[in-house]
């Protein structure tokens, strides 16, 4: 049962718009999450995390939003650009976590057209 | 700086045979873990390690083995591939204690099982 949800498998948006990606999870206790950004034949590389604790946070064009009654959390980046076409993934921390273990989703692959 | 590396880039093995994936990194990390990424599918926790010496089991860890001699290495094994585990592998460190610490990701070893 996945417990961090991508349902969006991909995204296409023009440049300068608005790209909104959404992430869904499970496990209530789940209290950090984080973007993680991928090109074709690279490894991940961290974006931007958000605790429970709080409902937004904003680094530059990226912006992550928590809304935990709902269990969802999504990432806003404005304006987008080509070089924001990539895959997105979405992952989540619960405490108590002896490893730091990470769940993730399934990943949304975001396409900026110029 | 280097960061995690991984070696080889690519490999294809006949079943039954066995290897082992390379794992580096230079960021004197305590914790280390190995996942998979299967096609369109999110990363899948294999093995983790919080120090040299300590490993534990991630969400999928049958068919692979790991060790930790030192901080900095952190290899993983397969000792009878199957088709099943032709995937894409991913090493990572992060920084122990605080919760939801970045994972810094290697590129990938690409793995075809025939």
């Known amino acids: 049962d996945q417990q961090v949800k991508q349902n969006s498998p991909s995204l296409s948006v023009q440049e300068g718009r608005i790209s909104i990606l959404n992430c869904d999870y499970t496990?209530?206790?789940?209290?950090?999450f984080l973007w993680y950004k991928k090109y074709p034949a690279e490894g991940p590389t961290f974006l931007i995390s958000?605790?429970?604790?709080?409902d937004k946070n904003e680094d530059g064009r990226f912006t992550v939003f928590l809304n935990k009654s709902a269990k969802h959390l999504s990432l806003h980046i404005v304006p987008s650009q080509p070089g924001d076409s990539a895959v997105y993934f979405c992952?989540?921390?619960?405490?108590?976590?002896?490893?730091?273990?990470?769940?993730f989703g399934g990943g949304t692959r975001l396409m900026v057209k110029p | 700086n280097a960061g995690v590396t991984q070696t080889p880039k690519f490999r294809i093995l006949k079943i039954g045979q066995s290897m082992t994936l390379q794992c580096t990194q230079d960021?004197?990390?305590?914790?280390m873990y190995w996942y998979r990424q299967d096609p369109g599918m999110g990363l899948k926790l294999i093995y983790y390690?919080?120090?040299?010496?300590?490993?534990d089991k991630g969400e999928v860890p049958n068919g692979y083995n790991v060790s930790r001699s030192t901080t900095e290495d952190f290899p993983l094994r397969l000792e009878l591939a199957a088709p099943s585990q032709t995937s894409v592998y991913f090493c990572?460190?992060?920084?122990?204690?605080?919760?939801?610490?970045?994972?810094?990701f290697g590129d990938g070893t690409r793995l075809s099982i025939l």
């Open positions: 990572a460190s992060s920084y122990s204690t605080t919760q939801g610490q970045p994972q810094h």
């Open positions: 496990n209530s206790m789940f209290d950090y």
């Open positions: 958000i605790s429970s604790i709080k």
């Open positions: 992952a989540a921390s619960a405490a108590n976590n002896a490893g730091n273990m990470l769940t």
């Open positions: 960021m004197n990390h305590n914790y």
């Open positions: 390690s919080v120090g040299a010496g300590i490993t």
